[in-house]
């Protein structure tokens, strides 16, 4: 209770100054703030001085560092970008030059292949030509054989027959006329 009467005690007396009230109130002394107030100044100052100065540097440092970096990532991905239209624009030229080459090649192998077969086909036909050929002269020759031997035999014939009832003379002559006869067919 000493308590709430003093506390009302103090609240009914009145007060000289306000700012003297308060001052004495807080316990404000001058001489006591003017030291702490030069205290605080030359803290702040030496803070400021060898702590924030040197940490803001840094800060702004860092942050031209950062900003250079997403610069320079802002670059490479343009690049990165044309790169790729460049790298696609090669494969595009390279898988037109590869179908290019495909169908030439194809058209090569073609015109290779018709004229494989058509030399062939030439060298068949040269060769019937030639078997027709040598046929023809087998055929001549077995003719001519056989014309020989028939005139042969039509000789040896007709001689036998001949001989018979002919003299020498006119077997001579029916021999050189069948001869001639033969010949000439």
């Given at each position: 209770?000493?308590?709430?009467?003093?506390?009302?005690?103090?609240?009914?007396?009145?007060?000289?100054?306000?700012?003297?009230?308060?001052?004495?109130?807080?316990?404000?002394?001058?001489?006591?703030?003017?030291a702490q107030v030069v205290n605080f100044t030359?803290?702040?100052?030496?803070?400021?001085?060898?702590?924030?100065?040197?940490?803001?540097?840094?800060?702004?440092?860092?942050?031209?560092?950062?900003?250079?970096?997403?610069?320079?990532?802002?670059?490479?991905?343009?690049?990165?970008?044309?790169?790729?239209?460049?790298?696609?624009?090669?494969?595009?030229?390279?898988?037109?030059?590869?179908?290019?080459?495909?169908?030439?090649?194809?058209?090569?192998?073609k015109e290779f292949s018709d004229k494989q077969?058509?030399?062939?086909?030439?060298?068949?036909?040269?060769?019937?030509?030639?078997?027709?050929?040598?046929?023809?002269?087998?055929?001549?020759?077995?003719?001519?054989?056989?014309?020989?031997?028939?005139?042969?035999?039509?000789?040896?014939?007709?001689?036998?027959?001949?001989?018979?009832?002919?003299?020498?003379?006119?077997?001579?002559?029916?021999?050189?006329?069948?001869?001639?006869?033969?010949?000439?067919?």
């Amino acid at each position: 209770m000493s308590f709430s009467l003093l506390i009302l005690a103090e609240a009914a007396a009145p007060s000289a100054n306000p700012v003297t009230q308060i001052v004495h109130d807080f316990g404000i002394r001058g001489p006591l703030l003017l030291a702490q107030v030069v205290n605080f100044t030359i803290v702040a100052f030496l803070l400021w001085k060898f702590a924030f100065k040197p940490v803001m540097a840094t800060i702004e440092e860092r942050k031209r560092q950062i900003d250079a970096g997403l610069k320079y990532a802002e670059e490479m991905k343009s690049k990165l970008a044309e790169a790729q239209q460049a790298n696609e624009a090669q494969l595009k030229e390279a898988h037109l030059k590869g179908q290019q080459i495909v169908s030439d090649a194809q058209k090569a192998a073609k015109e290779f292949s018709d004229k494989q077969q058509k030399e062939a086909a030439e060298r068949a036909n040269d060769l019937v030509t030639k078997a027709r050929a040598s046929i023809e002269l087998e055929k001549q020759k077995m003719l001519g054989e056989a014309r020989t031997e028939i005139s042969r035999l039509v000789v040896a014939t007709t001689q036998r027959v001949l001989a018979k009832e002919l003299t020498e003379a006119e077997r001579g002559r029916f021999n050189e006329a069948a001869a001639r006869e033969l010949s000439n067919t």
